[in-house]
């Protein structure tokens, strides 16, 4: 990995996935922002210029807060990124940095045409790394998607914290095909000078056209390993240890609540009906996923299955062939588990390209974090409103 000293930020390219090193010093003089960008020391919004008119935009994040799962996608380029209203008691807009003011204003501008779009400065994106304060260089980005619509890229969404619910924005962004952004252009934007002489040609293109180009990323191996398919931290399997013991003496119930996942994974999912038990003891479930928009749409059926298993317990061989069998021609397939999908059975399915998609553990906190739910307290409790054995 590319690791940037100290003392050669204020010269420096930036290189996708490279290291910009801070200080040693111990207080605020160590931020490597700073010398790199000609921009404040602190915050996750940083800027150039003004609110009536900025030259640039830094974005820095931890990756690590449970509440608002900031998250780089490498293999699509969609970066996700949370506003700066995380505590309750004041307005979305309130913030006492702006920075969801910022938002509104950059994805309203890209929404007005070429005219908007040329009000947009460059957007840079940095992720903390936990050494020091030492940062890495997530990408140039733009707001927006090629599959998002204009009302999906940026929302409010709810959150409920110490009793009180309030609202933050969830921002989605395209991480450029650039892998280096050069000092020169760097240096023009600091300068003040003519932003697109030296400027990478995808951000080129996206400013006079608006199409995304976004760095895609294949995985080396297209299957991943049972770490990979765990909680990234203790909160998260805390709550899969919930969610596990709540279903575990009643496991077909465990279907509802997939089923539920599913709908928070593929919102134009539809008509989800949870059948009758087998005689395995489980239950089946088939639904409709609608491709495409409102009457120019098609659906697509699927089927799934549900495994509430425990950590040292995984999806293997027979339980992956059992829901191959069963989709019928131009369905798909979706496993959920509490657990992980051994090795044998991951690979199997992605070599023979079968159309499964796998969601695992560490899928199940993403998506229930997306949803609002950070912890075992706020999951217990939803599970005892949503899914208890009443329900």
Same mark, same amino acid.
């Given at each position: 990995m590319t690791t940037i000293s100290f003392s050669e930020l204020a010269g420096a390219d930036l290189q996708i996935d490279a290291i910009y090193e801070g200080g040693r010093r111990g207080n605020a003089g160590d931020d490597p922002l700073g010398p790199l960008l000609k921009v404040s020391n602190s915050g996750g919004f940083r800027y150039r210029g003004n609110m009536d008119c900025f030259s640039l935009i830094v974005l820095t994040t931890g990756m690590a807060d449970p509440d608002w799962p900031d998250e780089m996608n490498r293999e699509t380029g969609v970066f996700t990124y949370y506003g700066d209203n995380k505590l309750?008691? &004041?307005?979305?807009?309130?913030?006492?940095?702006?920075?969801?003011? #910022?938002?509104?204003?950059? *994805?309203?501008?890209?929404?007005?045409?070429?005219?908007?779009?040329?009000?947009?400065?460059?957007?840079? %994106? *940095?992720?903390?790394?936990?050494?020091?304060?030492?940062?890495?260089?997530?990408?140039?980005?733009?707001?927006?998607?090629?599959?998002?619509?204009?009302?999906?890229?940026?929302? %409010?969404?709810?959150?409920?914290?110490?009793?009180?619910?309030? &609202?933050?924005?969830?921002?989605?962004?395209?991480?450029?095909?650039?892998?280096?952004?050069?000092?020169?252009?760097?240096?023009?934007? #600091?300068?003040?000078?003519?932003?697109?002489?030296?400027?990478?040609? %995808?951000?080129?293109?996206?400013?006079?056209?608006?199409?995304?180009?976004?760095?895609?990323?294949?995985?080396?191996?297209?299957?991943?390993?049972?770490?990979?398919?765990?909680?990234?931290?203790?909160?998260?399997? %805390?709550?899969?240890?919930?969610?596990?013991?709540? *279903?575990?003496?009643?496991?077909?119930?465990f279907e509802h609540f997939a089923a539920r996942l599913v709908e928070l994974l593929l919102p134009n999912a539809h008509d989800i009906d949870v059948t009758r038990p087998s005689r395995d003891g489980g239950r089946d479930a088939v639904g409709k996923l609608r491709v495409g928009r409102e009457d120019i749409s098609i659906n697509v059926d699927f089927a799934l299955e549900a495994k509430c298993y425990g950590q040292g317990n995984s999806v293997g061989v027979r339980e992956m062939s059992r829901l191959i069998s069963r989709l019928r021609h131009r369905q798909f397939g979706i496993i959920v588990t509490t657990s992980h999908v051994d090795q044998q059975a991951y690979r199997e399915i992605k070599e023979d390209q079968h159309p499964i998609i796998v969601v695992s553990a560490r899928d199940i906190v993403r998506l229930i974090r997306t949803d609002g739910r950070s912890d075992r307290k706020s999951v217990q409790a939803w599970l005892d409103m949503e899914f208890s054995d009443d329900g």
């Open positions: 309750a008691g &004041q307005v979305l807009h309130a913030t006492p940095r702006r920075g969801n003011e #910022i938002l509104r204003r950059v *994805f309203e501008d890209a929404h007005a045409g070429t005219e908007g779009r040329h009000r947009i400065p460059p957007i840079l %994106a *940095f992720a903390n790394t936990g050494n020091w304060r030492d940062v890495e260089f997530l990408g140039l980005m733009v707001p927006g998607t090629s599959e998002l619509k204009a009302t999906e890229d940026l929302v %409010a969404v709810w959150h409920t914290a110490a009793g009180k619910r309030f &609202q933050n924005y969830r921002a989605r962004f395209t991480v450029l095909d650039a892998g280096v952004v050069s000092r020169s252009w760097i240096d023009d934007i #600091i300068r003040g000078n003519d932003l697109l002489e030296r400027a990478p040609p %995808a951000w080129r293109l996206w400013r006079d056209t608006g199409q995304h180009r976004p760095l895609r990323s294949a995985r080396s191996l297209p299957w991943r390993s049972k770490i990979e398919q765990q909680p990234e931290d203790d909160d998260g399997r %805390a709550m899969i240890a919930a969610i596990h013991a709540h *279903f575990a003496p009643s496991p077909h119930r």
